[in-house]
């Protein structure tokens, strides 16, 4: 079972990747990944939410975020893994007619938003907490 008390934590450690384009696939190299974890745990939370150094999301550690505020989805568009779960629920969103964009999605777009889900080729869809959207 999931801990949703505190479920994220946006002021953690930002990816090294400014003005270096998205790719594909990932590499080895995890260390913001796991940092991102280990500061989200010292704060009590579950899933850190990483930033690309000019405050805006990018993903978290090892799940690709989604963003529904008004009807419309967001999704970040750069310094993430363009993960096999997103890439389906940009397809599905598309194939119903709903309003989903790829673009840079700044960090305080989490606290205005009416729902929040992540997404994972390992876990699935995970949605955020009802008490989310009330905040």
């Known amino acids: 079972m999931l801990d949703f008390k505190v479920p994220f934590y946006t002021d953690v450690y930002s ?6 384009p998205s790719v594909p696939s990932r590499n080895l190299q995890r260390g ?3 940092r991102g974890l280990h500061e989200a745990a010292d704060r009590g939370t579950t899933y850190p939410f990483l930033t690309d150094g000019d405050t805006n999301l990018t993903e978290g550690s090892g799940f690709n975020i989604v963003i529904v505020k008004d009807g419309v989805l967001f999704t970040p568009q750069r310094g993430v893994l363009e993960g096999v779960t997103r890439k389906s629920v940009i397809d599905v969103a598309r194939a119903n007619g709903l309003d989903i964009r790829v673009e ?3 960090v305080e777009t989490v606290y205005k938003a009416d729902e ?3 997404c994972t080729t390992a876990g699935g869809i995970i949605l955020s907490p009802p008490w989310m959207a009330s905040q």
């Not at 990816?15 to 270096?20: E, F, Q, T």
């Open 15 to 20: 990816k090294p990747i400014v003005g270096v």
């Open 32 to 34: 913001d990944l796991v």
């Open 104 to 106: 840079l999605v700044p």
């Open 116 to 118: 929040i889900f992540m």
